[in-house]
């Protein structure tokens, strides 16, 4: 067998094949560096998002039981009672569930007289959630003298 001296050196295409397989160059690996620092940062983002959500939601059921518990309250009071609210007053979460939260949230109770003989009645709370914004969540309704709830009190 007859060997050319030639046959021994590797073309341009199979010197570049070889160099391939050696490995990632800096550069690359560098720029794949990059991605996944960007990646990460992104989804690590995207948690403490979802996490703050979750907390905001948290905080509007919690003020919206207080509130309605509030709103309750005030329907099993006759009319006379109703009569004797301050027009501005704080007031205090009751029961079991909302005693562990009652420190967090600030409620009001804004009673104004809308015509003869009917109250309107707002009950608005204010929070500060973790990131230190602060929240308000109102509701309002209307009371009127012998209206759906005055008849229970009534003396025949």
């Not at 391939?20 to 690996?29: H, L, N």
């Not at 620092?37 to 948290?58: C, D, F, P």
Request: hydrophobic share 40%; charged share 20%.
């Amino acid at each position: 067998m007859k060997f050319s001296t030639l046959d021994h050196i590797p073309t341009t295409s199979q010197a570049t094949s070889r160099k391939r397989k050696r490995g990632f160059t800096a550069v690359e690996t560098v720029i794949g560096a990059i991605l996944m620092t960007v990646l990460i940062s992104s989804m690590l983002h995207m948690l403490k998002q979802g996490n703050y959500l979750v907390e905001l939601a948290r905080d509007n059921t919690r003020v919206t039981q207080m509130l309605q518990s509030e709103i309750e309250d005030l329907r099993t009071l006759n009319w006379n009672d109703l009569k004797l609210l301050a027009e501005f007053d704080s007031f205090t979460p009751q029961g079991a569930f909302v005693s562990t939260y009652a420190n967090e949230y600030y409620c009001y109770r804004f009673v104004n007289d809308t015509v003869t003989d009917q109250k309107e009645v707002f009950v608005v709370a204010v929070w500060y959630d973790s990131m230190n914004r602060s929240h308000l969540s109102w509701f309002r309704t209307l009371f009127s003298k012998d209206g759906l709830n005055d008849y229970y009190y009534r003396s025949v």
